[in-house]
């Protein structure tokens, strides 16, 4: 089955400066990579995703590559304000219809 | 509309005891997905409903752990004879078909095991 590692475990970075968060999955079959955003005590929300046929998507701030070969995939955000602070997630996805494999997180502190 | 609701928000409940956690998926949502999250931890996958087809329960931790839904729409994660290692937070998610992509989640159930 599928496997997620996410990297790093926690980022702390300086409002402004840009942060990264990067991932690797196991199965070639996956199609499907959404990223999650947790603030504490609140539920996950999608804040940008990107399939398999594509290489880079950006939403304003937020831009997510995926490299197929290497079979990873990198969420990244510009000019960090200190509401990015939270825990990211990243998924990956066999086909369509089946769970989400969920990396381990990665808690991004932005201090002003 | 109103998107997935789960209750309760917190349980507390003694080891040996069994818990039912409900889920309330977006209406119209045909696909619900029950995941597990410990302290520090990601999600989990446990089980994964689509209409009216047999669950994919492969990601259920123990027999102790099983889950319901009634009417292609609500859905009752029921543990049984609890253990201290069951405590986390269960996350209901729904995605409107079985080939959608996204899936929104619920506001989980805090589940404390003493």
């Known amino acids: 089955g599928e496997n997620v590692e996410q990297h790093p475990s926690t980022l702390s970075v300086q409002e402004g400066d840009s942060a990264v968060i990067k991932c690797t999955y196991s199965?070639?079959?996956?199609?499907?990579f959404p990223w999650y955003k947790q603030e504490l005590g609140k539920r996950p929300q999608l804040i940008i995703d990107i399939r398999s046929n594509v290489g880079e998507k950006k939403d304003q701030r937020i831009a997510v590559t995926l490299n197929k070969t290497a079979k990873h995939f990198s969420l990244h955000i510009t000019e960090t304000q200190p509401e990015d602070s939270a825990v990211y997630f990243c998924a990956a996805r066999e086909q369509a219809g089946t769970a989400l494999i969920f990396g381990k997180g990665t808690t991004l502190s932005v201090s002003s | 509309g109103a998107g997935v609701s789960q209750s309760p928000s917190n349980k507390v409940t003694e080891k040996g005891k069994d818990v039912e956690l409900r889920c309330d998926p977006i209406?119209?949502?045909?696909?619900l997905y029950w995941y597990r999250q410990s302290l520090g931890q990601g999600l989990e996958f446990l089980i994964y409903f689509q209409g009216n087809s047999a669950p994919d329960k492969s990601g259920l931790p123990s027999d102790r752990f099983s889950a319901e839904r009634t009417g292609g729409s609500v859905s009752t994660l029921t543990i049984q004879r609890t253990q201290q290692e069951d405590s986390a937070v269960y996350l209901c998610a729904s995605s409107a078909t079985s080939g959608a992509d996204t899936q929104y989640f619920g506001p989980g159930t805090r589940l404390t095991v003493l």
């Open positions: 209406s119209g949502h045909t696909a």
């Open positions: 199965d070639s079959a996956s199609n499907y």
